[in-house]
């Protein structure tokens, strides 16, 4: 199986990617074929059209989501929303492609409000794509991160579950 890992926040020192590059180092001594896909790193375009000329990383990451077979998401609340950034990578994805793809959801916010919220809005962007998306996300908040890492054991836990599931349903669904 291909999975690709989405950190979605387009900030430079985000939390966001702290929590995913731990979901893409677990999923990788998983499942070695995994990439990571870090908005922070800010070489993703803001999407023009269809018809428009992009750079390398944004085709790059495009193709790597419509080619995996499992999406693991991260993304922070910014105004009762997941990113920006998320929703203008999602732009560059063709539904056609996407069809029967599983994914996982990681919500990460300063105080504990708004997750369900914002899950829905993922799943239901997930929908449009056809994509089976485990109903058990992760929420977390910024308590969790401290020095750079995620020091709750508990948070660590609850991620490493979610990728194990994600990845069973996967499994399970190409089984089949």
């Given at each position: 199986m291909k999975v690709v890992?989405?950190?979605?926040s387009p900030?430079?020192?985000?939390?966001?990617?702290i929590?995913m590059?731990?979901v893409?180092?677990?999923a990788?001594s998983k499942?070695?074929?995994?990439?990571?896909?870090?908005l922070?790193e800010?070489?993703?375009?803001?999407y023009r059209?269809?018809?428009?000329?992009?750079?390398?990383?944004?085709k790059?990451?495009?193709?790597?989501?419509?080619?995996?077979d499992v999406?693991?998401?991260g993304?922070?609340?910014y105004?009762?929303?997941?990113?920006?950034s998320?929703?203008?990578?999602f732009e560059?994805i063709?539904y056609?492609?996407?069809?029967?793809?599983?994914a996982?959801?990681?919500i990460?916010?300063s105080?504990n409000i708004g997750f369900?919220?914002?899950?829905?809005?993922?799943?239901?962007?997930?929908?449009?794509f056809?994509v089976i998306t485990n109903?058990?996300?992760?929420?977390?908040?910024t308590?969790?991160i401290?020095d750079?890492?995620?020091?709750?054991?508990d948070?660590?836990n609850?991620?490493?579950?979610?990728?194990?599931?994600t990845?069973e349903?996967a499994?399970k669904?190409h089984?089949?």
């Amino acid at each position: 199986m291909k999975v690709v890992v989405i950190s979605g926040s387009p900030r430079k020192n985000a939390n966001t990617q702290i929590i995913m590059k731990y979901v893409y180092e677990y999923a990788k001594s998983k499942n070695q074929d995994t990439k990571l896909i870090n908005l922070s790193e800010g070489q993703i375009e803001c999407y023009r059209g269809p018809d428009e000329q992009y750079n390398e990383p944004t085709k790059t990451a495009a193709n790597d989501i419509m080619d995996a077979d499992v999406w693991l998401i991260g993304s922070p609340i910014y105004n009762s929303f997941f990113s920006s950034s998320l929703k203008n990578l999602f732009e560059y994805i063709n539904y056609k492609k996407t069809v029967g793809k599983v994914a996982g959801i990681t919500i990460l916010a300063s105080g504990n409000i708004g997750f369900v919220n914002v899950q829905t809005l993922i799943t239901q962007l997930l929908s449009y794509f056809r994509v089976i998306t485990n109903p058990k996300a992760v929420f977390l908040t910024t308590e969790s991160i401290n020095d750079n890492i995620i020091s709750d054991v508990d948070a660590q836990n609850r991620l490493k579950e979610m990728v194990d599931e994600t990845l069973e349903i996967a499994s399970k669904l190409h089984q089949g």
